[in-house]
């Protein structure tokens, strides 16, 4: 069992930055595939990065790319999610979650997701 907690997020104007934390417990941290994933009202959710250690990966999708940058921390079991020039749509909730099915960005892949952090990017 993997618990997973988001933390960090918050009311920004555009432009500003904001850094999201996900705190994971339960199991070998470094032998996950770590995702966030996010949520814009009336919207579905959708891919916003991964990462993984065995081997080193990371993707962004294309709206992100440039601007977010994911890392993690193993000692602290959290995966981080720095953003930065924040545009209005990147406005949501945004959600941490963990695979060991290996590197994904279908989130179906992922069998472990946290609560979610509200993003609100203002003009």
């Known amino acids: 069992q993997v618990q997973l907690v988001e933390s960090g997020g918050g009311l920004v104007q555009a432009g500003d930055s904001l850094k999201l934390s996900c705190a994971a417990s339960?199991?070998?941290?470094?032998?996950?595939?770590m995702g966030w994933f996010r949520q814009a009202p009336g919207k579905e959710r959708e891919f916003v990065s991964a990462?993984?250690?065995?081997?080193?990966?990371?993707i962004y999708a294309d709206s992100v790319k440039g601007r977010f940058t994911i890392s993690g921390d193993n000692a602290k079991n959290t995966v981080y999610l720095q953003m930065n020039s924040l545009k209005l749509e990147d406005t949501g909730v945004y959600y941490c979650a963990a695979t060991f099915r290996g590197f994904d960005v279908r989130q179906y892949e992922y069998d472990y997701w946290g609560q979610g952090t509200q993003v609100t990017v203002s003009s």
């Open positions: 990462i993984s250690w065995n081997p080193g990966r990371i």
């Open positions: 339960g199991r070998t941290f470094s032998r996950y595939t």
